[in-house]
């Protein structure tokens, strides 16, 4: 894996090049320096990703403390201060849940289209399950406001409180009916998994056994691709969709004509420098150099066009981001939204663009 130059901060301050190459000791740093998820705990050092919506607050939290530590001189364990960090952002989600349930209109985004899509599901025989790690006054509050009272009636299957990864790895988390009423965990043992009611907990192992829906008869969508995708599609073979609300921005943003304008002149600059690169007239190859002086100007533009600060989610340059190569990995298809869907019948195939390999482009031109 290869870090982005020009993209690296420390705190709120950005790093140059030299600083990076100190820290890290090269460009190139070794995929098992990575975090792969939440389950992984070898004891080494690793490079923690931030991938969700979430992860904002964490994010701006850890910069902004780095920044005062280090601008005061602190010296301070990196690690301790993103575990310390982690679990005062852990420990306020009750108190988050209670400002939202108070004034949802202000926290919840509404989505008008979400009922209509999930009416098309259910009125073409779909049969739909929801799995969230939020308690139920939290889920209650929230899809009351965005789908109705009824909300429920859309899901055969309906578990929360489910502390997803872990529903994906632990089996002997047991199922628990919970009673609205009284706002508990009855202790009745649950054989069946039925519409209407509301489960506590559970694991991926007992839901498929209960239900039958198993392996590519699956389509699971979440936004999260360790908590979410992970281990549902690698290990328990379902199809899996990612929710990726940036996308919208990228998506506008490729289709921008001077995106557009650039990334063509760009790619015709690339073209030439291949072609020409060998010959050894000093002529040439001072224009070589100022050929690779603009194509590296307008590299720099393509990448701040999307964020000004690190670019875009899905590419560094011409590779995909580490983001974007955990999301083709987990996920079968994604998608800013889901009522994107809508525009498809529920019958629809998505079928994978075949991708030029670097020994395959010439003979295709040719």
Sequence with gaps: MQIQLGCVYRGLTPLTDSEVIEAYGSRKIPLGYVDEGPNRDNGKPCMSQLADLF???EMNLLCNVAEYLHQHNFDFSPESLYRDIKESIQSIHPRMHRIVLEDPETYLEYEPKLRQYLTT?????????LVTNSP??????????????????????????????Y?????SNPFRLYDPEMDARLWDRVTSLEPGKIYYGGSIQPF?????????NVLYFGDHPYSDLADATLHHGWR???????????????????????????????????????FDDPEVQHIIRQWQQERNQIRSRNKKIFNQQFGSMFRTHLNPTFFSRRVFRFADIYTSNITNLLRYSVRHTFYPRRGALPHEYRSWMN
């Design 167 to 171: 529903f994906f790895s632990n089996d």
């Design 136 to 165: 139920y006054p939290f889920v209650d509050k929230g899809l009351t406001y965005i789908l109705g009272e009824d909300w429920i009636d859309f899901f055969d299957v309906t578990i929360v409180g489910a502390k997803k990864p």
């Design 55 to 57: 992860s904002l607050p």
């Design 240 to 278: 899996t969709g990612a929710i990726i609300k940036e996308l919208q921005h990228e998506i506008e943003t490729l289709n921008t004509p001077c995106f557009k304008f650039d990334m063509n002149w760009q790619n015709f600059m690339t073209s030439l420098l291949e072609t020409y690169q060998d």
């Design 208 to 216: 498929m056994k209960m239900t039958g829906w198993r392996g590519e």
């Design 121 to 129: 599901l259910k009125n073409s025989g779909k049969q739909l399950f």
